[in-house]
């Protein structure tokens, strides 16, 4: 099942006695017993009252709820000698000696049976915690698991067996304070001769404040159906807001010490040092290493900060520092650098270094003239010689030339061998390539090329000509690989060809680039042609015009426009460029004003002037009409016939007719395409009539009306 939401752990007022500090390592939780104010005497004289603390343990479970405390332990004062030296050790005795300058086993004594003062105790800690859980003011947890949250109860039992909750805590098991890993040691000098080397350097603490959460953290639900395994490593995943709001608390300086370990030629680290660095004058926590060593033995430092309890940082946090046992007297250097000039470059050579460790390897450095030296390269120590590509002709260059060392050492050569040079042997050029015409080149060209890097390359050569085998050099050398030609005179009729070559400092010139052509774009002088012949048939438009090719070798066609009361604007028709002197306009309308123009077209494109406009107007043609009709008297009028054969361009046929006794004829009736008959109803029983026929297409053209008819009216018997 799972388990959803989540507790927030409200922080208990509980009324204590004391406090209780934890350290936790990786070698378990160390429980420092502290009271609320060390400073006062009764602090000490209920120190002294005190039989022993009961130290019990509750573990955080998933559904974020402690266990009921268990008892891990308690505290145990030592009151004799004996009891002291198996709690800590001979060596911690002759310690606690030292620190508090006890002459004899006897004033030993004395103080295990006199000293209660928080203050006086306490400050052992920082040498071992041995000597606080020996004096019973600590308790280290070491029955525990990495990453678990617990709780600790310490519970105050007198000398009567009287109890009483002294302090309750939380903590992340075997988690130290991260903010230790933030104490930076840092290196400043190291002091060699043959037979010591000295290490300095520096701790810097973290100035930046600690943001923490206001509310205790909560587990977020975790699948109960996993294995306990499975739920733990969950559980410590989530540990990190834990740690960060039990775990992690400023660092004081004068609360941490710091164990300095080395190896001599990696045969093993010893502790060599632990103490506590105090602020110089200027604020800064000086520490250092002084090792006694042999001869070219390589000694490697490296300092771990610990706070109280001998709680360490992340020993992979500490840089660990090495040097070589070595004296400025005793190891050889380079002392004299020889060389020559070869082709494109300069060769210099010295004696090979010894095959030693301590040296970083080779610096050479070069000045050109008066300026100031340039790091070429550095070498590798077991290197003699150096080859110079970057060189440019006539320069006169210094080279010098010097053994490194670890550059925080105090072993260096101070002044490098050196030897002055000068490069004047190269060989020929390469020729450039991908030579081009800058797209934005209008009436003036841009050229531009690429072009193999070379020291000895003294600049370009460009070529002009009106043929491309033809070319003939401007004079001017050019240091870029871009050259804007202003000196030529330009026109839209004249193509111009260009190369270009490289020369070396020796004057020695390179085969040709490539050749490009350039020609000006800008109004042509063409001319058009200077009349437009034209003719209708079949509805198509047939024009022509002179040939203008034969005249100016430059055109190339013809552009052809035309406009219309259809279309008021000139637009080309046709194709761009027509290349023949004719041409067929299928999309002529007759009975439509239009106006032609034409313009001859150059082979780059370029279009001309254009002619004068030419007017084209042919009217329409009026439809063809009836040919014929018939005429008969019907009982109900005259009964109007004509032939069968509709044209799909006929929309409709008019009726004409007069009215007797006038001759004159007047629209009688429209009757739609598809009918081929008309009754006329409006005559009367007699008289005589007039009859004609018109035809409109469906572009509303009427043709002529057709011949006229005659016919009598007279009312035919009925039968």
Known sequence: MLLFGC??????????????????????????????????????????????????????????????????????????????????????????????NLASEASVQHYLATEYHFDSLLVLGFFSHKYLEAFGIAFNDTKVEEGVVYSYQAIRVDKSGKEELWAETKIVSKVPNPQLNGIKIVQDTIISNDSTVVFKFHADFPIAGLSKSETFPAYAPINTRLSAKEQKKRVKEQNTAFVNYLNSFP????????????????????????????????????????????PEAYVEVRIIPETFGGVTSDPDSSEVVGAYAISQSS????????????????????????????????????????????RLSIASNDTDSFIDYKIKGGSIYTYQVKALFNPKQNVAQRVPATTVLSGTTFSA?????????????????????????????????????????????????????????????????????YAVVAQNLSQDTSDFSNVVAFKAIMPLDIAPPMYLNYKLANGDLFLDWPEMRAKDKLISGYRLERRSDLDTVFKAIGPKTIATNFFTDTTFKQGYYHEYRIASVADDGQIGNFSMAFEVDFPKELHEGVSTFSLRNTTKGVLIQWPSAALSTTKEYVIYRNDP?????????????????????????????????????????????????SLKRSKPTKL
Not at 31 to 48: G, Q, R, V
Not at 75 to 94: C, D, H, M, P
Not at 685 to 707: C, F, H, N, P, W
């Open 7 to 100: 507790f927030r752990l409200a922080a208990q007022e509980v009324s204590t006695k004391g406090a209780i500090q934890v350290y936790p390592s990786e070698r378990g939780n160390l429980l420092s017993i502290l009271p609320k104010d060390k400073e006062t005497a009764s602090s000490e004289e209920l120190l002294k009252s005190t039989a022993y603390f009961k130290i019990n343990r509750a573990e955080l479970l998933l559904t974020n709820k402690f266990k009921s405390y268990q008892n891990v332990g308690q505290t145990k004062r030592s009151k004799t000698v004996a009891e002291l030296r198996a709690a800590v050790t001979s060596q911690g005795i002759n310690g606690i000696q030292k620190i508090k």
């Open 661 to 709: 006794p006038k001759a004159q004829l007047r629209k009688l009736a429209t009757v739609p395409a598809g009918n081929f008959e008309y009754n006329d109803k409006t005559v009367n029983d007699s008289g005589a009539y007039l009859y004609a026929m018109t035809i409109v297409a469906q572009d509303g053209r009427e043709s002529q009306k057709s011949k006229r008819k």
């Open 429 to 497: 050029p390469l020729p450039p390539y991908n030579l081009r015409i800058d797209t934005a080149s209008k009436k003036i060209p841009t050229l531009k090329w690429d072009a193999v890097e070379s020291n000895s390359r003294f600049g370009f050569v460009v070529y002009r000509g009106t043929k491309p085998d033809q070319l003939s050099h401007l004079g001017n050398v050019v240091k870029g690989t871009e050259f804007t030609d202003s000196t030529g005179v330009f026109s839209a009729r004249v193509k111009m060809y």
């Open 331 to 374: 190891v050889p250097l380079i002392y004299a650098v020889s060389g020559q000039d070869s082709t494109d470059c300069i060769k210099i050579k010295w004696q090979k270094l010894p095959s030693k460790p301590y040296y970083y390897g080779v610096l050479i450095e070069r000045a050109e003239g008066n300026n100031e030296p340039e």
């Open 251 to 294: 660092i004081e300086p004068s609360k941490v010490a710091f164990s300095v370990y080395y190896q001599e030629n990696q045969a093993g680290w010893k502790l060599l040092s632990k103490y506590q660095a105090m602020p110089d004058t200027a604020g800064v926590f000086r520490l250092g290493a002084f090792v006694k060593t042999t």
